[in-house]
């Protein structure tokens, strides 16, 4: 079983999307291994989103993802992590496909309510940045 990390984003807390959005991982078939609401960090944030640091848009990502508590979780199931991305739609909602998270919810690229780890090296790393080992179940 593979496992991916999961967040909720700030706008989707605002938006009281927590529930739909778990709904649709469970619905699929996915476990729900880990959860925690949390506010992040400046240092938290721009320690996930290392991988970015040098796109024009860093900064403002980091006030988003700063700008109110989210939703972290690990997910399990078979090819997870491809299959969760799938569910997500692309980042850009306008290019998501029907029916995905993003072309349901979100609102832009940046404000898009859902991060999914996306190989299973980003996973391992994403996972350990906010979960230990007994935290996961
Ligand atoms: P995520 O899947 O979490 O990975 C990086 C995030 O950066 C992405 O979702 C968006 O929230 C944000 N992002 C990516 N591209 C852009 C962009 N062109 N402009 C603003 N934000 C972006």
């Not at 240092?43 to 991988?51: D, L, N």
């Not at 993003?102 to 780890?117: E, F």
Request: proline share 3%; glycine share 8%; no cysteine.
């Amino acid at each position: 079983m593979q496992k991916t990390l999961s967040i909720i984003k700030p706008d989707g807390v605002a938006k009281k999307l927590i529930g739909e959005v778990v709904s649709v991982f469970e619905s699929t078939g996915f476990r729900v291994a880990a959860m925690k609401m949390k506010w992040l960090s400046k240092s938290e944030a721009e320690g996930f989103y290392y991988v970015h640091r040098e796109r024009p848009f860093f900064q403002e990502l980091i006030e988003f993802m700063t700008s109110g508590p989210l939703i972290l979780m690990v997910l399990e199931g078979e090819d997870v992590i491809k299959r969760n991305r799938e569910l997500m739609g692309a980042t850009d909602p306008a290019e998501a496909a029907a029916g995905t998270i993003r072309a349901r919810w979100a609102h832009s690229k940046q404000n898009n309510i859902v991060h999914g780890s996306d190989s299973e090296e980003s996973a391992k790393f994403e996972i350990g940045h906010f979960f230990s080992g007994i935290e996961i179940f």
